[in-house]
C-alpha cells in the first residue's frame, strides 16, 4: 500500500517507508551531502559576513535587491540543515534497531512526525529557493530599469524603487508558499520533512513558475548586455555626460556578473527542478518519488557556490588593486588637469572605433567645446 492511498493515521505504512530510507545506503549519503552542504553555506556566509566590503559598486537598489538574493539563500541553507539534518539523525543516531519487527507494527525504531510540524520545517527550504528566484527577477527589472533611465538613474538616490522590488518578490514569495500550504493534510505522518502527497500537484505548478522565471531572467540580462554594448559602440554617445557614460559602464559589468551568476542559478535549479518533476510524471509510488527527490535535490550546491565565489572574488578584487597601489607607487605619473582626466575617462569609451568614425567624432567634440556646453555643470 502506497502512503497516498494509506488511511492518515496508518502510522504502519509510514514506518515501512522510513525503514526502507534507513536501510538505503544511498538514500542516506545523499542525506548527508546535503546537510554537508548546508554547514559549509553557513560557514561561508559567515566568512562573508565578516570580509564583506564597505564600498559598494553598484547602485543603491541593485545593491539592496542583490543582497536580498542572498538573505534568500541563506534562508534555504538554514532549512537544509534543519531537514536533512533532522532526517539523517532519526534515521541513523537516533534509529532503534527492532530485531522482530512486523512491518504492519506502528513502532519500527524511528520516530514520527505529523505534517503539521515537519511540513513548515520543509517550507523553509520552498521559501528560500523560490525567493532566490524572484529576487534575480527583481534585479532583472532594476538592471532594464537603470538601462533605460542610463541618462538620471545615477544621480537618483532614492531606495524606494528597490525596496518595493523586494516587497514584491517576498510577497509573490508568502503567496506561492500559502497556495501550496492550504492543500497540505496535517495531520498525516510523513517518513521524511516533505510536504504530504496531496500537496504535491500544486507544489508542481510553482516548480513550474519558478523555471519560467529563471528563463526569463537569463534573457533579460543578456539583452541588457547587448543593449548597453550597442550604445557604448554608438558615435552619438560622445555627447553623452560622464553621469550615463559611467551609468552605461556599471551596467554592462554588473549584467555580466549578473549573467553568469543567473545561468549558474538555472542551471542548478533546473536540474533539481526536471528531477522532482521525474518523480511526479511517472507512476512510480509516494515513497519512490521522494527517493527521487532525496537523491536528485542539488539545489543546495547553490547554497554553498554563491557565498565562495563571491569571497573568491574580494579577495581577486583586494590582489587587484593592491597591485594597482603598487605599480602607482613604482611608476609615479605626473599630475593631469580636469580636462586631461575628462578625456581619458571619455577615451574608455571609444575603443573599438576605427580611425575615420574617431576623426568625425573627435570634429563634433571640437565644435561644441566652444559653446561651452559639451561638458556637464
Known sequence: MSLSSADVNDIGAVCRVMVRFADNPTVIAAFGVKLFCGIFALTLFGILACIRPKIRTLHINAYNILYAHFMFVLCSSIGVVLNDGFDLTRLTLFRTHLENWDERSPDCGIYTMKAQYGVFIRLITFFGNTGSTLSMT?????????????????????????????????????????????HISYQRFLPMQSLSPEAAPYATKVLYINFGCEVFNILVFVLLWFANHKWKKNAGRILATLTQKYQVEENMNSVAIMISLAILHFSINTIAYFIQLYGTWHNETPQEKMEYVIKGDIAPAYDFLLPLLTICRIYWRKKRDQKGINARVLSPVETISPNDHFQMLNGMFDKGFDKSTARKTSRVSSNVSHTGRAYPA
Open 138 to 182: 527583481a534585479l532583472a527589472a532594476e538592471r532594464a530599469y537603470a538601462t533605460v533611465q542610463s541618462k538620471s538613474y545615477e544621480k537618483e538616490s532614492k531606495q524606494s524603487f528597490g525596496w518595493l522590488l523586494i516587497f514584491l518578490s517576498v510577497l509573490i514569495n508568502f503567496g506561492l508558499k500559502t497556495y501550496i500550504a492550504v
